[in-house]
């Protein structure tokens, strides 16, 4: 079925989309009168050849005071604050775009920055920094960074013989601090003075006071290795700066072993706190802030994972602050139980000061028509943020439509499940809709109301062109604790699948979306439901999908324990059963979260009716997805094809799970738009 081409209106839109600065890493000024912060693309995608990042400047509970600090052509991120507040230092690959970072002092007065940025540590590093944060005292600062390449390294490559042997050749990120008055560095790895050997990897760090700091380590660098071998924190302590002698000694000292990954960590009232999964060996089950002394050594829970789960835990001035998800609202707690923001929309960044004897919060947040911008509030009932940042300007008088949620029960009514309609018109239409249903991924995420409440645009550019978007936060969904989460660790392709159509059936009979005008599709796990959504089309309910977009989605388990980066660890974790080489040959439970063991069937069954049950699919897939790799989509293309099928398989060069080209979005986005338009447009009545 033909479509007309779309008008230069369609591309335009989506590129100013694209093109949106998206407000990350926000830092209150130790004064708590400033706000220094950082925006890149969405999800650090690229325009032009390399990632750039901008740094930007505002003043506290001033209305669109924020102002540029860094030209926006290279990648200037990770901004903190000195805590004298007299310079500030931030990450940035500005002498040589995308191939070397440094870390580099800003002198400011009186809260403005006055002379040129300067490098504290080599210019000529070709190994991304990955975290820094200064000391207490301000004398030092602490960063993370492997080590360089050897000449041996370099010679191998240039020759190509630079062949890999696993285990032998992992390149861990170490620890460092540089003096700020000599720029003398040391590299806290090999032999402490007392000989104790530390090579591990590490992935996190936080200052406990100006001579000791947690590190967070793995024994390697491999992905995977925090969820084989768990994660194990130590404390570091390093000599003071006033001799150079005294300066270069470290002792290590581990504390604590976690039997997963902890992407979280800060330290404060004398323990340091962490996010950790629960149960804590799992990580696509619930997430809650934990704490432990370094004289105990053993993980206390603290708060959440019941009915809510914590993504982040910070320190302000040595008190705990945890950002969470709860339900459909993102909120900001100061530990133990005193709550200090709600919001009913996503917070994609936060930072917390005291100022004074009160508290000073600073966000980054969305809603269905306002892109993200950065508020400042204090913690107090009364408080109404103040928009700082005018970065969505584009869009400012633009209104892409309206946010509902709804409950419904569970189909084997065990639980309550949340949904989002989104529909262009600024209150619910009279008429049912045609509607597309976006799965999220994870499954350990959740969709709530923000400007880009997906991914990648589809959201606002979707209900710009007419067509509502139905979102689903299926069991194993963040945002609900534990018991809801760990439904993912039964076994995908059950619990979630049912979900999902389930909300869907609810917003058809709420009269919100149209049940002969609905579409699916989604990226990763959300892609992983879509297929299976198209093999089992109609089998729960009266109606069916019309058409599918996968993008980068699991048609087969048991080839994704053996082909994904995550194969052995966070993909086994989600099986039925387990990998295939723990499993009899005779074992098959694993075909439950794979869609192309139900395609021969459902093809006997639909020309058996002679009706439509596996849709017309556009399958989109990234030719360098390690996550959810090609040969998933291709599988499902080849199924297609052999039966005669319709479908559209699209494959995008050099991309990763993401996909980190702008173009490639663009792309992306016109052909669901042409996908919408030619199975559910508003002349395209369901006729299976």
Same mark, same amino acid.
């Given at each position: ?28 000024? #130790? ?30 509970? @001033? ?42 002092? !800003? ?28 000391? #207490? ?10 080590? #360089? @390449? ?19 050749? %992992? ?29 591990? *990897?590490?992935?996190?760090?936080? !200052? ?124 900001? !707690? ?25 508290? /000073? ?42 946010? *509902? ?37 994870? #499954? ?27 979102? /689903? ?35 058809? @009979? ?32 009266? %109606? ?14 048991? /080839? ?11 993909? /086994? ?89 702008? @173009? ?25």
């Amino acid at each position: 079925m033909a479509t007309p081409p779309h008008p230069p209106e369609t591309r335009q839109l989506i590129e100013h989309l694209c093109n949106l600065q998206v407000p990350n890493d926000i830092q209150l000024s #130790p004064t708590a009168n400033h706000i220094l912060y950082a925006t890149s693309l969405s999800y650090d995608h690229k325009k032009g050849k390399h990632v750039v990042s901008t740094l930007w400047l505002a003043d506290t509970g @001033k209305q669109d005071s924020s102002r540029q600090l860094t030209s926006g052509n290279t990648r200037d991120y990770h901004p903190r604050w000195h805590p004298q507040e007299d310079c500030i230092a931030f990450i940035s690959d500005r002498a040589r775009p995308g191939e070397q970072w440094a870390i580099y002092l !800003w002198q400011f007065s009186q809260g403005l920055p006055f002379g040129e940025p300067h490098p504290i540590t080599d210019t000529e590093n070709e190994r991304p920094i990955v975290a820094f944060e200064f000391s #207490p005292d301000g004398r030092r600062l602490a960063f993370l960074c492997a080590d #360089p @390449k050897t000449a041996e390294d370099k010679a191998r490559e240039a020759h190509g013989e630079d062949w890999k042997v696993w285990g032998q050749e %992992w390149v861990n990120v170490r620890l460092r601090t540089v003096d700020l008055e000599t720029k003398a560095v040391v590299r806290h790895a090999g032999k402490d003075h007392s000989s104790k050997s530390f090579d591990d *990897h590490v992935t996190a760090l936080c !200052w406990r006071d100006s001579q000791s700091l947690a590190v967070v380590h793995t024994r390697t660098s491999h992905i995977e290795e925090p969820f084989l071998s768990g994660s194990k924190v130590s404390l570091v302590k390093i000599g003071p700066v006033d001799t150079p002698e005294m300066a270069q000694m470290w002792s290590i000292e581990e504390f604590l072993a976690i039997p997963s990954a902890i992407p979280s960590i800060a330290w404060a009232d004398e323990a340091l706190y962490f996010i950790g999964g629960a149960p804590i060996d799992k990580t696509c089950g619930g997430r809650l802030v934990y704490a432990a002394s370094t004289s105990s050594g053993e993980p206390k829970r603290v708060a959440f994972g019941q009915v809510n789960d914590a993504k982040k835990v910070i320190s302000v001035n040595g008190q705990a602050i945890a950002y969470v998800e709860h339900g459909l609202r993102d909120e900001i !707690w100061m530990l133990p139980n005193t709550l200090l923001l709600s919001l009913p929309q996503r917070i994609d960044a936060l930072h917390v000061g005291r100022s004074g004897d009160g508290l /000073t919060l600073a966000i980054s947040t969305s809603d269905i028509n306002t892109p993200a911008e950065v508020y400042s509030l204090t913690a107090s009932p009364d408080s109404a943020p103040v928009r700082l940042s005018n970065h969505g300007a584009v869009f400012r008088n633009r209104q892409f439509g309206s946010c *509902h949620f709804f409950k419904c029960a569970s189909r084997d009514h065990e639980v309550d499940l949340d949904g989002i309609f989104l529909t262009p018109s600024p209150r619910l239409a009279a008429e049912p809709q045609p509607t597309v249903v976006l799965i999220h991924g994870g #499954p350990t995420a959740r969709d709530t109301n923000a400007f880009d409440s997906y991914l990648f645009y589809w959201t606002p550019f979707l209900l710009n062109h007419g067509y509502s978007v139905v979102l /689903t936060n299926y069991r194993g969904s963040s945002g609900r604790g534990e018991a809801f989460a760990s439904y993912s660790l039964r076994g995908v392709g059950k619990w979630d699948h049912e979900d999902v159509v389930t909300i869907t059936d609810h917003a058809v @009979k709420l009269g919100f979306a149209d049940q002969d005008r609905l579409m699916v599709g989604g990226i990763s796990q959300g892609g992983f439901l879509s297929y299976l959504c198209s093999t089992r089309n109609g089998s729960l309910f009266p %109606w069916k999908f019309n058409a599918a977009v996968p993008l980068n989605g699991v048609t087969e388990t048991d /080839t994704l324990a053996l082909a994904s980066d995550l194969g052995s660890s966070l993909e /086994t974790e989600l099986s039925a059963g387990g990998p295939p080489w723990t499993m009899p040959s005779t074992f098959t439970g694993n075909r439950q979260a794979s869609a192309i063991w139900e395609v021969s069937a459902a093809v006997q069954s639909a020309r058996k009716d002679q009706t439509m049950i596996i849709p017309p699919m556009l399958i989109m897939q990234s030719e360098n997805d390690e996550r959810c790799p090609i040969a998933q989509g291709v599988g499902m293309r080849r199924a297609l094809a052999h039966h005669g099928l319709p479908y559209e398989f699209v494959a995008y060069p050099r991309q990763n799970h993401m996909l980190h080209e702008q @173009k490639f979005w663009i792309d992306m986005a016109e052909r669901l738009l042409r996908w919408c338009d030619t199975y559910i447009g508003v002349s395209t009545a369901y006729r299976g």
